[in-house]
C-alpha cells in the first residue's frame, strides 16, 4: 500500500499515474540502485507490450513508445553528463522524502510522461472532434464507406472552421472599413493628406520612434499603461524602437484580440526594454545569438551553408520587430546612413565573386528596402555580373510594414535582373499574424507576382501567434494573396525573449495537428530552429533532436543535432526550452481552454 499522506500533496497525481515506479524509486537506497530498477521497469514493460502480454491500441503503443525514449534518455547518466542535470535525483527524493526542490512545471512533465507508459495519455479522444463521433469505418464497404467518410471529414472540417473564425485577415470588407477610419485617424494625427499616404517615402520619414512621434501614436491608437511605458523606455535608452504609419493603421483603436499580434510585433514587453538597457555597452556579445561574429568572413557577409551566403548592405529597416534576430546590430530605424561603405559593399560582392560555389544570395539587413532606389539598382547591377549566381533573394517586411515601397520604379529595377533560366528574383518577407493583411499589401503582392516574382513567407512561431489555428488561418490568408509558407521559425533561445517564446512541443503539435489538416500546397512551411553558428535544424524528425532532460524548473533541454550530421562529426546544440505549464498558464490569462493542447506533453 502507498501511503499517500506520507506525500507531498502536489506530487501525489504524479505517483498515481505510475505507483510501481514510485514504490522502485522510495524502496531504492541510492540514485544507482534506483536507476538500475527503473531502466529494467522501463525494458520489462516494453517487451511486455510487444509481446502483447498486455492489451494496448496501435495509437497508445505509438505514445508509449515515445514516451519510453525520453524516459531512458533522461535517466541515462550519459545525458545527466552532458545537461549538468539528473532529473532521476529528483525524483528519487521526492519518493524517499515526500518531496523535493522542483518546481510544479518538472512534476506535470514526469506525471504525463508516467501516463504514457501506461498508455493513459488522454490524446484520445481529441478535443477537436469534441462532438463527433468517428465512425468503425472497418465495418463498412464499398460506397457507403465512402459516403460516411465524407460526411466524418466534413465534420472535422467545420470545426476547423470554428477555430478559423477566430483570426479574420485584415481583407474581410468589414475590418477594411475599419482600416479606412484608422487611416483617416493617422492621417489627422500626423497632420498628412491621402497623397502623403502613398508615398512611402512620408511612412519612412513619420516612422514612430521617438517621444514626439509617440505622441502622435497615441492619438491614433489607444495604448494600455504596460505599452506605453515600455515604450517611453526604450525611447529614453535609445532601444531601438520603431512603427510605420501603415502598420500602425492596422491596430484596431482599441486594443483588441483581433490585434493582439500586431501590437506584439513592434510594443516591445517591459522585460524586453530592461534586458536591453542592462546590456546596452555589451549588447552585439550578448544577444548575437546565431553567432555571427564567428560566421562573418568579411563585413556584410554571413556565411554558414556550402552553397547560400547572406548579404547585409544596411542595419536598419523602417521598423522594429521586438524579437529580432539582429537586434545586436540594428541602430535608429529608417536612417539611410546606416548601411555598410560603399568601399566595404564592392569588397563583399568582391568576395561573393571569387566564391564560386555559392549559387544562393539572401540580401538582408535591416530591410535592404530602406535603400533608395538607385543604391538598390547599383547593388543589384553589381551581383548580377557574379556568374554563379543563380538566385538572389530580397528578404523584406516592407511589403508588411510599408507596401507602397513596391512602387513601379522599384518593380522595374527588379524586373531588370530577373533573367529566368540565367539568375531569378525572389522576395523573402515576414507576415506573422492573417491580421497584418489589407489591401495595399496584396495590392503590392499582386504586382510582384505578375511581373514574375516568387513570395515566400518566413513566420516566427511566437506566443503571440501561437493559439490553435492561428497559423493555419495565416497559411491560408497568404495563400490567397499569391505568398508561399516558407519557414515556421521556433523561437530562438535569447535571453531577453522569454516573453514571446514557445515551447518546441507546441510547433511540433502545430505541424501535426493543425497545418495537417490543410491541402498540401498550403503547408509548404517547415518547422525549424536556427542552430547558433550552424545554421537551421529542421524539427519534425527524430533524427534531428532529442529530448535529453528536464531541469528543475520543468524546462526541457533539447540536444539539437545540425544539418551537417551524418556528414561530418559536429557537437550538437544544447537548448534550454521554456516549459510548457508555464506556456499554458499564459494561455489561459489570454482566455485559452487549455483542454485544446492537452496533447502538448506528448510532443518531444
Same mark, same amino acid.
Given at each position: 500500500?502507498?501511503? +499517500?499522506?506520507?506525500?507531498?500533496?502536489?506530487?501525489?497525481?504524479?505517483?498515481?499515474?505510475?505507483?510501481?515506479?514510485?514504490?522502485?524509486?522510495?524502496?531504492?537506497?541510492?540514485?544507482?540502485?534506483?536507476?538500475?530498477?527503473?531502466?529494467?521497469? =522501463?525494458?520489462?514493460?516494453?517487451?511486455? +507490450?510487444?509481446?502483447?502480454?498486455?492489451?494496448?491500441?496501435?495509437?497508445?503503443?505509438?505514445?508509449?513508445?515515445?514516451?519510453?525514449?525520453?524516459?531512458?534518455?533522461?535517466?541515462?547518466?550519459?545525458?545527466?553528463?552532458?545537461?549538468?542535470?539528473?532529473?532521476?535525483?529528483?525524483?528519487?527524493?521526492?519518493?524517499?522524502?515526500?518531496?523535493?526542490?522542483?518546481?510544479?512545471?518538472?512534476?506535470?512533465?514526469?506525471?504525463? =510522461?508516467?501516463?504514457?507508459?501506461?498508455?493513459?495519455?488522454?490524446?484520445?479522444?481529441?478535443?477537436?472532434?469534441?462532438?463527433?463521433?468517428?465512425?468503425?469505418?472497418?465495418?463498412?464497404?464499398?460506397?457507403?464507406?465512402?459516403?460516411?467518410?465524407?460526411?466524418?471529414?466534413?465534420?472535422?472540417?467545420?470545426?476547423?472552421?470554428?477555430?478559423?473564425?477566430?483570426?479574420?485577415?485584415?481583407?474581410?470588407?468589414?475590418?477594411?472599413?475599419?482600416?479606412?477610419?484608422?487611416?483617416?485617424?493617422?492621417?489627422?494625427?500626423?497632420?498628412?493628406?491621402?497623397?502623403?499616404?502613398?508615398?512611402?517615402?512620408?511612412?519612412?520619414?513619420?516612422?514612430?520612434?521617438?517621444?514626439?512621434?509617440?505622441?502622435?501614436?497615441?492619438?491614433?491608437?489607444?495604448?494600455?499603461?504596460?505599452?506605453?511605458?515600455?515604450?517611453?523606455?526604450?525611447?529614453?535608452?535609445?532601444?531601438?524602437?520603431?512603427?510605420?504609419?501603415?502598420?500602425?493603421?492596422?491596430?484596431?483603436?482599441?486594443?483588441?484580440?483581433?490585434?493582439?499580434?500586431?501590437?506584439?510585433?513592434? +510594443?516591445?514587453?517591459?522585460?524586453?526594454?530592461?534586458?536591453?538597457?542592462?546590456?546596452?555597452?555589451?549588447?552585439?556579445?550578448?544577444?548575437?545569438?546565431?553567432?555571427?561574429?564567428?560566421?562573418?568572413?568579411?563585413?556584410?557577409?554571413?556565411?554558414?551553408?556550402?552553397?547560400?551566403?547572406?548579404?547585409?548592405?544596411?542595419?536598419?529597416?523602417?521598423?522594429?520587430?521586438?524579437?529580432?534576430?539582429? !537586434?545586436?546590430?540594428?541602430?535608429?530605424?529608417?536612417?539611410?546612413?546606416?548601411?555598410?561603405?560603399?568601399?566595404?559593399?564592392?569588397?563583399?560582392?568582391?568576395?561573393?565573386? !571569387?566564391?564560386?560555389?555559392?549559387?544562393?544570395?539572401?540580401?538582408?539587413?535591416?530591410?535592404?528596402?530602406?535603400?533608395?532606389?538607385?543604391?538598390?539598382?547599383?547593388? =543589384?547591377?553589381?551581383?548580377?555580373?557574379?556568374?554563379?549566381?543563380?538566385?538572389?533573394?530580397?528578404?523584406?517586411?516592407?511589403?508588411?510594414?510599408?507596401?507602397?515601397? +513596391?512602387?513601379?520604379?522599384?518593380?522595374?529595377?527588379?524586373?531588370?535582373?530577373?533573367?529566368?533560366?540565367?539568375?531569378?528574383?525572389?522576395?523573402?518577407?515576414?507576415?506573422?499574424?492573417?491580421?497584418?493583411?489589407?489591401?495595399?499589401?496584396?495590392?503590392?503582392?499582386?504586382?510582384?507576382?505578375?511581373?514574375?516574382?516568387?513570395?515566400?513567407?518566413?513566420?516566427?512561431?511566437?506566443?503571440?501567434?501561437?493559439?490553435?489555428?492561428?497559423?493555419?488561418?495565416?497559411?491560408?490568408?497568404?495563400?490567397?494573396?499569391?505568398?508561399?509558407?516558407?519557414?515556421?521559425?521556433?523561437?530562438?533561445?535569447?535571453?531577453?525573449?522569454?516573453?514571446?517564446?514557445?515551447?518546441?512541443?507546441?510547433?511540433?503539435?502545430?505541424?501535426?495537428?493543425?497545418?495537417?489538416?490543410?491541402?498540401?500546397?498550403?503547408?509548404?512551411?517547415?518547422?525549424?530552429?536556427?542552430?547558433?553558428?550552424?545554421?537551421?535544424?529542421?524539427?519534425?524528425?527524430?533524427?534531428?533532436?532529442?529530448?535529453?532532460?528536464?531541469?528543475?524548473?520543468?524546462?526541457?533541454?533539447?540536444?539539437?543535432?545540425?544539418?551537417?550530421?551524418?556528414?561530418?562529426?559536429?557537437?550538437?546544440?544544447?537548448?534550454?526550452?521554456?516549459?510548457?505549464?508555464?506556456?499554458?498558464?499564459?494561455?489561459?490569462?489570454?482566455?485559452?481552454?487549455?483542454?485544446?493542447?492537452?496533447?502538448?506533453?506528448?510532443?518531444?
Amino acid at each position: 500500500m502507498i501511503d +499517500f499522506d506520507k506525500m507531498a500533496k502536489r506530487w501525489k497525481k504524479c505517483w498515481q499515474a505510475a505507483p510501481d515506479v514510485y514504490l522502485l524509486l522510495r524502496e531504492s537506497n541510492s540514485i544507482d540502485v534506483s536507476r538500475q530498477k527503473i531502466l529494467n521497469y =522501463l525494458n520489462a514493460t516494453e517487451m511486455a +507490450f510487444r509481446n502483447d502480454f498486455y492489451e494496448l491500441s496501435y495509437a497508445q503503443f505509438i505514445l508509449f513508445k515515445n514516451a519510453l525514449v525520453v524516459l531512458k534518455n533522461l535517466f541515462s547518466k550519459r545525458y545527466e553528463r552532458i545537461a549538468n542535470n539528473s532529473p532521476l535525483e529528483y525524483l528519487w527524493k521526492a519518493a524517499c522524502k515526500g518531496d523535493s526542490e522542483v518546481a510544479d512545471d518538472f512534476i506535470d512533465e514526469f506525471e504525463h =510522461l508516467f501516463r504514457g507508459i501506461k498508455g493513459q495519455t488522454r490524446v484520445y479522444p481529441s478535443h477537436l472532434m469534441e462532438g463527433s463521433v468517428s465512425p468503425d469505418f472497418e465495418k463498412y464497404k464499398g460506397r457507403e464507406a465512402a459516403v460516411r467518410r465524407s460526411d466524418f471529414l466534413d465534420g472535422l472540417g467545420k470545426q476547423v472552421d470554428r477555430y478559423l473564425r477566430r483570426y479574420p485577415n485584415g481583407l474581410r470588407p468589414d475590418i477594411e472599413k475599419k482600416r479606412e477610419e484608422n487611416k483617416k485617424r493617422i492621417l489627422n494625427a500626423f497632420g498628412a493628406s491621402e497623397k502623403d499616404w502613398k508615398d512611402y517615402k512620408w511612412h519612412f520619414k513619420n516612422t514612430v520612434r521617438d517621444q514626439k512621434g509617440l505622441e502622435k501614436l497615441k492619438k491614433a491608437v489607444k495604448i494600455t499603461d504596460k505599452e506605453e511605458r515600455a515604450i517611453q523606455r526604450a525611447i529614453e535608452h535609445e532601444i531601438p524602437f520603431a512603427v510605420t504609419p501603415h502598420y500602425l493603421h492596422l491596430m484596431d483603436q482599441e486594443p483588441s484580440n483581433y490585434d493582439y499580434t500586431v501590437r506584439k510585433q513592434v +510594443f516591445p514587453s517591459i522585460d524586453y526594454v530592461e534586458t536591453m538597457i542592462s546590456h546596452k555597452n555589451d549588447r552585439s556579445i550578448t544577444f548575437d545569438f546565431m553567432r555571427e561574429h564567428d560566421t562573418s568572413p568579411i563585413d556584410g557577409i554571413t556565411r554558414r551553408y556550402a552553397k547560400v551566403c547572406i548579404l547585409k548592405p544596411v542595419d536598419t529597416c523602417p521598423q522594429i520587430c521586438v524579437y529580432c534576430q539582429r !537586434n545586436w546590430e540594428i541602430t535608429s530605424p529608417c536612417m539611410e546612413l546606416h548601411a555598410i561603405s560603399r568601399k566595404n559593399i564592392d569588397k563583399a560582392v568582391k568576395w561573393l565573386d !571569387n566564391h564560386n560555389q555559392i549559387m544562393d544570395l539572401l540580401v538582408t539587413g535591416g530591410d535592404p528596402l530602406i535603400m533608395n532606389n538607385h543604391l538598390i539598382d547599383d547593388l =543589384l547591377g553589381k551581383l548580377a555580373e557574379i556568374e554563379h549566381l543563380r538566385s538572389i533573394r530580397i528578404a523584406s517586411r516592407s511589403l508588411v510594414s510599408v507596401p507602397q515601397r +513596391f512602387d513601379e520604379e522599384l518593380l522595374d529595377i527588379f524586373s531588370k535582373y530577373h533573367e529566368p533560366g540565367r539568375r531569378t528574383i525572389y522576395v523573402v518577407t515576414h507576415f506573422e499574424h492573417p491580421y497584418e493583411l489589407c489591401y495595399e499589401t496584396a495590392e503590392a503582392a499582386n504586382q510582384l507576382r505578375k511581373r514574375g516574382f516568387m513570395i515566400y513567407n518566413q513566420q516566427v512561431f511566437t506566443f503571440a501567434n501561437s493559439r490553435r489555428f492561428e497559423t493555419v488561418a495565416l497559411r491560408i490568408a497568404l495563400k490567397d494573396i499569391g505568398v508561399d509558407p516558407y519557414y515556421a521559425f521556433n523561437m530562438k533561445g535569447k535571453s531577453e525573449l522569454s516573453d514571446y517564446s514557445v515551447p518546441v512541443a507546441r510547433i511540433l503539435q502545430e505541424r501535426k495537428e493543425e497545418a495537417r489538416l490543410l491541402p498540401g500546397i498550403f503547408r509548404t512551411d517547415e518547422p525549424v530552429f536556427n542552430v547558433p553558428f550552424l545554421g537551421k535544424n529542421h524539427m519534425r524528425a527524430w533524427q534531428d533532436h532529442e529530448l535529453i532532460s528536464i531541469l528543475p524548473g520543468g524546462q526541457r533541454v533539447y540536444a539539437l543535432h545540425p544539418w551537417e550530421k551524418n556528414i561530418r562529426e559536429v557537437d550538437s546544440y544544447i537548448y534550454t526550452d521554456v516549459s510548457i505549464r508555464s506556456y499554458l498558464e499564459k494561455l489561459i490569462e489570454r482566455g485559452e481552454d487549455i483542454e485544446d493542447y492537452r496533447s502538448i506533453w506528448y510532443y518531444y
